[in-house]
Structures are given as structure tokens and as C-alpha cells.
């Protein structure tokens, strides 16, 4: 028998939950592992349903950094992650690709074009609307995603190895995987971060990555 791909739904919109949960149902090739809103407790019960792909249409719970951000680079499973009923907005695409949303659907796409994301990014491809593509390009071409920058380092006084780190920072990563990525010792990242954060006067790891892309 085929193995089946488990999916977990993520929504606080009732119709929109019940419509996506009818098409996994629907489909001998995917398994619906769970469905519910947001609750204080939805990033534990979905690392704990063994779901590989989550479908959800909240930005802000993606981007959560005491909620999915904080445990979806942890030590577990990588879920990817499908966003769903999606305004048309690049700054909001852009923030989503940052921080791991590997699928990204708009609120005017056909059912169909949610399940065919589901099954893609299964596939290890990622998937977005056709005139987002220019923005990755331009995001990765622009001199301000090159860090270490002269702009980062006169603003903040970040040295070279402070400045490698915030774009790692930025992605959510933990101090074990970024010392890991680095060949550093956790320890090590663990005091640079702290040098970080105060530099920049914030008091949170997102606060670094916003201030030093502002």
C-alpha cells in the first residue's frame, strides 16, 4: 500500500478549515492528521500528530517567536509549512519565506491549487505565485541582504562574526543549529547573541533581525 502524506490543518476561519479538511479528506493520498483554530496549544499538538505538512492562513502565528517560530527549528521533524487564503502583498510573502513557509497560496486561487501545493512541497519543490518570483530575485540581489554590511556594522558597531549571524538569527534558527552551521561551540553563539541584542537594544532575537533590516 502507497504510504500516505499527513497533513495537519491550521485555521481559526470555520469555512475555511471544514473546506480544506473535506478536500484531504477526499484524497486516497493524503491523511489528515488534525485540524482546529489557533489555540495556546496548537504548536504542541501539531509536532505531536506526526503531521508532515501543516496548512494554515495565519501569518502572525508563523512568525510567533514564543509559539511555531521558536519550535519548528527545534529538535524534531521539519514540517512544511502551506500558506493559504494569502493576501496578494510581497512584504508579507517575503517575511513568510524567511522564516521556513515553503508554499504560499492566494485567497483567490482554486481548491485545487491547495492540494497540488501540499503535494509539491512533499516533493521537496516550493511553491508561490508566478509574479512573487521577481521578488525573490530582487531580495537576494539587493545589497541589502548582504551581511556583513558597512551600513550594519557604522549603525550598530556589529563585528564581522556578530554580522554573519543576524540573517541566521533572522530565519529562526536556535544557537545549537547556527554554532552547528558555524562550527562554533553553543556556548560561543550563545555570547555573541547577547552581545547582539545589546548592541542593538532590543530585547528579543526577532527585534535583532528587524532592526538590522530597517
Not at 504548536?43 to 512568525?63: C, K, P, R
Not at 509549512?81 to 524567511?98: E, H, I, N, P, T
Request: proline share 4%; glycine share 6%; charged share 30%.
Amino acid at each position: 500500500m502507497e504510504r500516505k502524506l499527513s497533513v495537519y490543518v491550521l485555521s481559526s476561519n470555520r469555512l475555511l478549515r471544514e473546506s480544506i479538511e473535506r478536500m484531504v479528506r477526499k484524497r486516497s493520498d493524503l491523511d489528515l492528521r488534525g485540524a482546529q483554530s489557533i489555540q495556546p496549544d496548537s504548536t504542541e499538538e501539531i509536532i505531536n500528530s506526526g503531521a508532515e505538512v501543516m496548512v494554515a492562513d495565519s501569518l502572525q502565528f508563523i512568525l510567533d517567536p514564543g509559539g511555531w517560530r521558536a519550535a519548528s527549528h527545534g529538535d524534531r521533524r521539519k514540517i512544511m509549512v502551506v500558506m493559504v487564503a494569502m493576501d496578494d502583498d510581497k512584504d508579507k510573502f517575503l517575511a513568510a519565506v524567511k522564516h521556513g513557509v515553503v508554499g504560499y497560496v492566494l485567497q483567490e486561487a482554486p481548491a485545487i491549487e491547495v492540494i497540488a501545493a501540499i503535494r509539491a512541497v512533499a516533493r521537496g519543490e516550493a511553491i508561490c505565485p508566478p509574479n512573487f518570483t521577481r521578488a525573490l530575485f530582487d531580495c537576494f540581489a539587493s545589497p541589502s541582504s548582504d551581511l556583513p554590511n558597512t551600513r550594519v556594522r557604522d549603525q550598530w558597531g556589529l563585528t564581522r562574526r556578530e554580522q554573519q549571524l543576524v540573517p541566521l538569527i533572522g530565519r529562526g534558527m536556535t544557537n545549537k543549529e547556527i554554532a552547528a552551521e558555524l562550527s562554533l561551540s553553543e556556548e560561543t553563539i550563545k555570547s555573541h547573541v547577547h552581545r547582539i541584542l545589546r548592541k542593538v537594544g532590543v530585547d528579543d532575537r526577532l527585534g535583532v533581525f528587524e532592526a538590522c533590516q530597517s
